[in-house]
């Protein structure tokens, strides 16, 4: 017990804060002195307007956060309260902006989180398990619908309009994005296949595939992974349709409303007519290449790769500035809100049970 404790705390611990703001200024430094220019700063126009979008752009983070709140209750068939929903996101969050999103982000702490949350462990692994699930369900729904529906060129053509190279650089993302896609929904089905045919079946075959020599490494992780398909299997048998409805109703209205906070940035400071569903798309292809981002929740590469995508929506030279805006919105807030509240939580939930234990 107490060694789980120590790898948990080992993750989330506040220190790691500083790494992914580091880099994300950093980029936003570098974008900055690469394309400063004071008059695009001095025609900055603020209106009531401004304020508006910008507060609608905060109400956006507030409704996909409620949303994973709704989600992760009807997930533990409401085990959880309203605030310890709240605890368990923010901590969830705060573990994904501190994790590479290509290790899965803050995925192997949110069941030790729900568990010491007094959810028990079949349960915790089951609502997580279909928590990812059902985000992978969105992003495979998603990704060839804003493809097909917006079309490559105005997906990816005007993509670094400077760049001298401009076709090869548009077709790097092109590839980029339907790699780690077809990566992702392979995944996604091997999750599916696990948890509603036949879980024994993957198990074993994550056993003998990771008894190789050269992977031989992995094998207890395979082994648990095996162990943690068949009980969440089991947890999903005899579920009602409001479980699977409402669920899948919370993931697509999180996802929803994150995609579009940049939406409403962008309403905030232009007064031309934009394509909104065309800037939603980027964001979805945006969101789905970070996932393979080896950095600290994307930090940095988000930031560039705003410059990339949506800098001919922004007004002349100011990408980087408002890649910046876009995550004090929707990242810094979660590093933030994790160092408050983390420490009592640990407290709460980690240290005094260790010492009760103890104390047996």
Known sequence: MQTDNEEVV????????????????????????????????SQINWTWNSTFWISMSVLMMVVRDLAYMIRIRVLTDLHLSWRNSFFVIMIWEFASAVAPAILGGGFIFAIFILNREK????????????????????????????????????????????????????????????????????YKLFVAYALFFNPRLVKWLLIKLFSMPWLRKWKYNALVTGNQLVIASGGLK???????????????????????????????????????????????????????????????????????????????????????????????PYLLIGAIIIPRWLRRRVFSSSQQVKAE
């Open 10 to 41: 080992k993750h989330i611990r506040l220190g790691k804060i500083i790494w992914p703001v580091l880099i994300g200024l950093a980029a936003v430094v570098y974008l900055i002195s690469n394309n400063f220019s004071r008059e695009a700063y």
């Open 238 to 332: 005899n579920k009602t349709f409001n479980y699977w409805f409402v669920s899948t109703l919370a993931t697509f209205a999180s996802w929803t409303a994150r995609y579009t906070v940049v939406n409403c940035l962008l309403m905030a400071f232009h007064n031309v007519n934009l394509d909104h569903f065309v800037i939603y798309a980027r964001q979805v292809v945006m969101g789905i290449i970070m996932l393979g981002s080896p950095t600290p929740g994307g930090s940095g590469i988000a930031e560039l790769m705003f410059a990339d995508f949506l800098g001919e929506f922004t007004p002349d030279k100011l990408e980087a500035s408002l890649g910046l805006l876009w995550r004090l919105i929707s990242y810094y």
């Open 119 to 186: 959810v028990n462990m079949g349960k915790s692994i089951t609502a997580i398990m279909v928590t990812t699930f059902l985000d992978g369900i969105f992003l495979a729904i998603m990704a060839p619908l804003v493809f097909y529906w917006v079309g490559p060129e105005s997906l990816f053509s005007n993509i670094n309009q400077d760049s001298l190279n401009q076709i090869d650089f548009g077709k790097g993302f092109y590839y980029s994005f339907w790699t780690i896609y077809f990566v992702i929904l392979a």
